[in-house]
């Protein structure tokens, strides 16, 4: 368990002058994060650049027990868009507070320069974890990282605005994957042939599955085309698992036959963009308008209505892969209840047929 004060005597300033970018408070979990830049420079240095040097870290409070901001001095600049500018100070908790922490808890204040004000925190941990993709050296994956999560939030803001079943019908299909991953949770899948091998292609499907939300909201639909082709696989070889031996299919593709006629024509085309086949495949990248009149690539992925189509397809390729574990679990598990689950598929189908995310997918 370490303190702010540890963390600060290892450190050749201490936290002096450190610029803190951001702060992310989660009252339920008891954490506090704080994308800092902490300055390691050498005063004595010759160099102005080894002075003045800076490095990446996000500060991890667990065990929060309280995070208090003071408001600003008025007369401060409180309102610019720039990072606080902090320096770390003894703490003044008052001791009726003091009390009430917990055994090993520590409190700590940071002076606030930006504000001529003071943050104040109580918690049981702290760590330091150095992000060296903001390093001198590595400009670039900083730039590129950034500058990729911001568009990726405006992606997912478009995508959810633009079509209000959206949302819900991500949320309906994820809780019908979770909960049918969470029944194999500690069953007796080595009871019966195939069944270790089952249960772990029902565990990559649930992984895979929330990468492909994520990526349909943030636009990078070619990326999410790979990863739903190989969830159709999975799906075709769990089908096989249920009426041939495994030691059969060792080292074979899965057969599609097995899928429903409506997914297995998706594969063909799931090919071919996730093998980049054609010309017309990459065009999912997107395209911008130069103020040249010529046509750009963007690096970065923005929302088009394409996301409801791929939406739609995570969604039906998830529910064929309910339909197949559902049947492994009434098969080998005799106290798998499907009502719970059949009204879970009932609302992803009512939001899947639903009007304006119908027209929106076409």
Known sequence: MATLRDLERTLPNGFHDTKVRSCALDYVQRTALFQLDVWTGDLDASDPRERERYRS???????????????????????????????????????????????GAFSARLYVANWNAFIRLAASDAALLWDDTRSPGFENIGRYLQSRASYRDTAVAAFREREPDALPLLQQVGELVARTTFFASGRPFDSFAGGLYIGDLIVSFCRSHFLTADLVQNGELIECAAILRKQMELVARIHELGVLDETLLAKQVPNLKHLPERVRRLYGEYSRLAHSADPESIHLLGYLPGEDGKIYTPLYAEFTANAYVALNHVCLVALEFHTVVAAVYQKYFLEYEPTGDRELRDRVLALLGSSTLARAAH
Not at 61 to 85: K, N
């Open 57 to 103: 870290a996000a500060l991890f409070v667990s065990g929060l027990a309280f995070c208090q901001m003071e408001p600003p001095d008025p007369t401060y600049p409180f309102q610019e868009s720039a990072p606080l500018r902090v320096d770390a100070s003894e703490s003044d908790v008052p001791n009726a507070i003091a009390a009430k922490l917990p055994q």
